[in-house]
Nanobody
């Protein structure tokens, strides 16, 4: 099963975006993770959701980002609120069994 992230764009600080992660097949039992990478920095984990719906977040996004899933649509979402310039990055979604996709660019202007 391969995943493709979408929904990125340019937003002002304090704004919101919702990213989508569409899977090519069923991801019902899979934990799906969002990661992000800024040019010149290592990729970092952002949030994850298990097959049962349990969620975890990096401290840097806790309280601002919400991960959710729609198993019927084979899609995972990342709702990002109160965005900051430091959230600017390419965002990727992945399971333990998929490869890294192209990601989607989020740019937050100050």
């Amino acid at each position: 099963v391969q995943l493709q992230a979408s929904g990125g764009g340019l937003v002002q600080a304090g704004g919101s975006l919702r990213l989508s992660c569409a899977a090519s097949g069923s991801i019902f039992f899979y934990t799906v993770r969002w990661h992000r990478q800024t040019l010149g920095k290592q990729r970092e984990w952002v949030a994850s959701i298990t097959g049962g719906g349990s969620t975890n977040y990096a401290d840097s996004v806790k309280g601002r980002f919400t991960i959710s899933r729609d198993n019927a649509e084979n899609t995972v979402y990342l709702q990002m609120n109160t965005l900051r310039p430091e959230d600017t990055a390419v965002y990727y979604c992945k399971t333990d069994y998929s490869t890294w996709g192209q990601g989607t660019l989020v740019t937050v202007s100050s």
